[in-house]
């Protein structure tokens, strides 16, 4: 079964940062390909980046991309999420997501499983 601890959210003001971690067990960590998904309030769940299973391959939705870092550390079962200069419309939950299909674009969204309940992210203006 797997298990999945996410930490690092909190409440912030516009242009601060936030770092986002998850933890992942029971499953090959290095076996899968990893991503953020966030979901605000009345809104679908959107894909906000993805890393490879090496971490060669990184992924940004545009509406991140220049002031969020995925990374990744397989020793650690490790998934983080560097967020700077954050924006009120960054409010939302955000969730680890993991697929053992080896792809990292939005066109694989979809093949991505979330299993944790989520971190919750506030930015004020």
């Known amino acids: 079964q797997v298990q999945v ?3 690092g959210g909190g409440l912030v003001q516009a242009g601060g940062s936030l770092r986002l971690s998850c933890t992942v067990s029971g499953l090959t960590f290095n076996g899968y390909s990893m991503g953020w998904f966030r979901q605000a ?12 299973r090496s971490g060669a391959i990184l ?5 991140v991309r220049g002031r969020f870092t995925i990374s990744r550390d397989n020793a650690k079962n490790t998934l983080y999420l560097q967020m700077n200069s954050l ?3 960054d409010t ?3 969730y680890c997501a993991g697929t053992h299909y080896g792809v ?3 066109s694989w969204w979809h093949v991505y499983d979330d299993w944790g309940q989520g971190t919750q992210v506030a930015v004020s203006s």
């Open 92 to 94: 939302a939950r955000y």
């Open 87 to 89: 924006k009120p419309e």
């Open 5 to 7: 601890v996410e930490s």
């Open 41 to 52: 309030p009345g809104k679908e769940r959107e894909g906000v980046s993805c890393i490879s």
């Open 59 to 63: 992924y940004y939705a545009d509406s």
């Open 104 to 106: 990292c674009s939005s």
